[in-house]
């Protein structure tokens, strides 16, 4: 299932709890004049590597558990700043072949055509990818 994070929106930069994600290409329209947004991600089109120095990524998180399902890994990443009680998840799919451990400081990216982004209030689609978006997104080995 998607994953989605709570945002508020100042311009074209949405901000969440310690986490800024910038818009380069959306205009500010399809924000419509909405206060709140609901970012969501498919596991599938999370980009991540390991954190490097200077490293720009849309966020850093930390691997909590990989699930292993053959082909691919279910890899559930955690926010290092997330005071919660109950931190909040992500979950990436990547290759069964790529090598990634719990405990893992991940650079982690969401590619702007694959993000979907739902007015806060009325849940209402703001920005869906299309079929060309989908496309357009390469998906890390």
Known sequence: SMNFLQMEVD???LRGTGRTYQLEHTEASVLQ???TVT??????DI???AVQGGDSADFEC????VEPTGDANNVYLTF????????QTLIATV?????VESGDRLAVRFP???VHLFDGETGAALKSRSLDDVNAVTLSP
Request: no cysteine; aromatic share 2%; proline share 9%.
């Open 47 to 49: 980009e991540f590597e």
């Open 62 to 65: 930390v691997v909590d558990i």
């Open 80 to 87: 290092p700043d997330d005071s919660a009680s109950e931190p």
């Open 33 to 35: 004049g909405a206060d």
């Open 112 to 114: 702007e055509k694959a």
């Open 39 to 44: 970012l969501g991600i498919r596991p599938e």
């Open 95 to 99: 290759s069964g072949m790529r090598h």
């Open 11 to 13: 311009g074209t930069t």
